[in-house]
């Protein structure tokens, strides 16, 4: 089936310093990739709505200037979060939609990247 | 609005027990796709099914069944004789086809199973 690579699966960093999280569809052509956080024991929740060649739809209350989404191929988004501080501390997960229409086309989910920062 | 209410935050139950898991949504669209996916403590997300809104149709796979109630906007699922490694916490989602939806999932806020041997 349908695989959805993200990378890394853990990242610590230092307060002030940016990650680069990256999401890849590995066997189809996302059109659509979605960006999820989930903070301890809560649900997933929408952060940005990107699609390949355009830029990122960001979900209300989410800063586009500190959550970076590129989504430069079909295959590949990332999500930069730039100067980071403790509170973006969180459990992030992608999915991608393959191409088709919506109808027909399911999400598929990555691991999920687990960022701490210190 | 979309919204997906999981009332059930957290249950405990003895292996081999019987339980449900309830699941309500709201939604305007007239097509729309019911989710379940589970949550082991690892943290992927592992898909359980997908439903859409014109089939009503129970289904049962293994130890696991959904039951599609259209008529109350619930997409409830059974675990039969429970197991310890359904541990996990479930989340029921909701996506629309139409109304701009680009096909985003809305989560419920997840139940989490603990099963006790």
């Known amino acids: 089936g349908a695989v959805v690579s993200q990378h890394p699966s853990r990242v610590i960093c230092k307060s002030g310093t940016s990650v680069k999280i990256e999401c890849r569809s590995l066997?189809?052509?996302?059109?659509?990739m979605f960006w999820y956080r989930q903070f301890p024991k809560q649900s997933l929740m929408l952060m940005a709505t990107?699609?390949?060649?355009?830029?990122?739809?960001?979900e209300q209350g989410v800063e586009k200037d500190k959550f970076l989404i590129n989504h430069a191929s079909l295959t590949l988004s990332t999500l930069t979060v730039t100067s980071a501080h403790p509170e973006d501390s969180s459990f992030y997960i992608c999915?991608?939609?393959?191409?088709?229409?919506?109808?027909?086309?399911?999400?598929?989910f990555g691991n999920g990247t687990r960022l701490t920062v210190t | 609005a979309q919204k997906v209410t999981q009332a059930q935050t957290e249950i405990s139950v003895v292996e081999k027990e019987d339980v449900t898991l309830d699941c309500v949504y709201e939604?305007?669209?007239?097509?729309?796709?019911l989710f379940w996916y589970k949550q082991p403590p690892s943290g992927e997300l592992v898909f359980l099914i997908r439903?859409?809104?014109?089939?009503?149709q129970n289904e049962i796979s293994g130890r696991y069944s959904w039951n599609f109630q259209k008529s109350t906007s619930s997409f409830n699922f059974t675990i039969t004789a429970s197991q310890v490694v359904d541990s996990a916490v479930y989340f029921c989602?909701?996506?629309?086809?139409?109304?701009?939806?680009?096909?985003?999932?809305?989560f419920g806020k997840g139940t989490k199973l603990s099963v006790k041997p």
């Open positions: 989602a909701l996506s629309g086809v139409f109304g701009g939806s680009q096909g985003n999932l809305i």
């Open positions: 999915s991608a939609r393959d191409k088709g229409p919506i109808y027909n086309s399911p999400l598929h």
């Open positions: 439903r859409n809104s014109f089939d009503e």
């Open positions: 990107s699609n390949e060649g355009s830029k990122a739809t960001y």
């Open positions: 066997d189809f052509q996302a059109t659509t």
């Open positions: 939604t305007r669209d007239t097509t729309y796709y």
